[in-house]
């Protein structure tokens, strides 16, 4: 019989695996695992007691809990925010003292639009106004008059 060069090779390993390479591979991995164990428990041991919590760590069943710092959440955001609308809305709409000593009022703002459109706004005299120039009052005649269509003449 003849060997023939074009026949297959056989699909599988004719020769074992090493088991010595093996027994080597399995004593590092066990060595690197302990001293990883003995590492993290000795930092955690570390960590213990340079790190004490103290106090401030609740009891995990304890009845009552310590209140969280502020701000805290509010229980009712919706009649939170009605309130303080209302509240604003109060502000805005009543006459009441910001100053009592000084006399500073506050008016609601549909009767500071109308005091604004009755008085004006306020301005500074000019140079102009100085040298024959109409004067503020003038001006604001001259403009209610513009504004309706008619003529100071």
Wanted: proline share 10%; aromatic share 8%.
């Amino acid at each position: 019989m003849a060997i023939n060069p074009q026949a297959p090779t056989p699909g599988y390993e004719k020769a074992d695996a090493n088991p010595r390479g093996l027994l080597y591979f399995a004593i590092v991995m066990a060595g690197i695992l302990a001293l990883t164990f003995l590492s993290l428990r000795g930092l955690f041991g570390y960590f213990q007691r340079a790190q004490n919590p103290g106090s401030f760590v609740a009891a995990p069943f304890a009845g009552t809990r310590p209140l969280p710092p502020p701000p805290r959440i509010q229980p009712n955001p919706g009649a939170d925010i009605q309130d303080y609308f209302q509240s604003q809305q109060n502000i805005l709409n009543t006459y009441g003292w910001i100053d009592r000593q000084n006399g500073v009022v506050r008016l609601p703002i549909d009767r500071a639009m109308e005091l604004l459109l009755e008085r004006g706004l306020p301005t500074r005299a000019t140079a102009t106004a100085e040298k024959g120039a109409p004067t503020q009052k003038g001006n604001r005649a001259q403009g209610r008059a513009a504004q309706e269509g008619g003529s100071l003449r």
